[in-house]
């Protein structure tokens, strides 16, 4: 498993918005919750997108998926 930790080591693909490259907030920074996570094909965060480049459905996943993120991290397991 992968640590994100406090959000000092090199992310790669999380360090950037994936399509205007605008550089991300840590994952444990507030502002990170307004951005879109995506999930690689082996279920891992593998890009970032930002508020300005989400669509309205993209706008709309994400709010159910930050609830469900938020879910998990009350249970101490948002990273398992
Ligand atoms: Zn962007």
Do not use: K
């Not at 307004?34 to 300005?52: K, M, R």
């Amino acid at each position: 498993m992968r640590s994100l930790g406090d959000g000092s080591e090199p992310m790669g693909g999380l360090a950037n918005c994936a399509r205007c490259r605008r550089t991300a907030p840590g994952l444990d920074a507030h502002e990170s919750l307004a951005w879109e996570l995506l999930l690689g094909d082996d279920g891992e965060f593998a890009a970032v997108v930002c508020p300005d480049c989400l669509t309205g459905t993209e706008l709309r996943m994400r709010e159910e998926d930050t609830q469900a993120l938020l879910r998990r991290i009350r249970r101490g397991r948002a990273l398992e």
